[in-house]
């Protein structure tokens, strides 16, 4: 931990990602949007409150994209941000009308664009939709976040706001280190004999697979990024479901690991080869330091 770290490289995620945005800039493409429901009364001052002391304690909040002297792509962490967290009253519409709204201004929030050069690389914004309902936007930019850190969030805004409707200290731990801290020390191994041994080992083995095939589908695949991609829900039964995880288990197996080799066999086949190359994603906090910390470690 380097205490009041103001810079840190760029790790090969971010860099990734910022290329892309570089290329295209201004599509909400990389865009993270969540949407949150309270049942209840809110005290918004409060409320408002707790998340400005998350973005205090968790420094990837504060962090945009940068260069430094050499030109070089890095990442600097703000001491402090300003941010608007406006609160949409919309308890004036009829209210068969307040959820369409809702989700209308809620999707304004989510496609957003953002200078990924400038703090902070989020969007938030509160709705009332009843004395006993609200609702709350936060759109991080996924440069600083990622899927866990979702789960941080909500364990986070819990605590405080909490904390603070009681009136007393919040006692979460302070942080043991910081995502500009694992950058820093993610550049260092990748300079080492170790990263560069793990390195030569995949290219090798990548640089067996057969030459990549077009899919043979109904529906030719488009040229370049569109940016337009959405999620295609399948809702699977719970008899047949039932019937997955009794099969998963008698292999010994996950659900996950039964649902992979399913999805495999089904691009084989599409693809017409033995040999088929799938990325999953891994959580990537493989020290126990890092898991209460926010950031882009999904690889």
Known sequence: RQEGRRHAPITPMQERTRFME???????????????????????????????EIVRRQPT???YMDVDSDGIGIQTIAESVDFDMPLHDLRGLPAQEREARLLEEMQRVADSSMDIHQAPLFRVALFKVSEQEHAFAFVPHHLIWDGWSFDLLQMELAAIYGALLRGEP???PQLPTTYGDYAQWHANWLAQDEAQEQLRFWKGRFGKEPVPVGAQTDRPRGIGVSGDGR????????DTSE?????ARNHDATLNMLAMAVYSLMMAR???TDEVVIAVPVRGRE????ENVMGFFTN
């Open 243 to 247: 019937r997955l995880r009794t099969l």
């Open 287 to 290: 020290a126990p330091e890092l």
């Open 231 to 238: 999620p295609q829900w399948i809702r699977i039964d719970r």
């Open 22 to 52: 570089q290329l295209h800039p201004g599509r909400p493409v990389y865009n993270a949007p969540s949407g949150h429901r309270f049942t209840g009364p809110l005290d918004v001052d409060k409320f408002r409150a707790a998340f400005s």
């Open 170 to 172: 919040h006692r979460l």
């Open 61 to 63: 909040l504060r962090t």
């Open 270 to 272: 599409a693809i017409d």
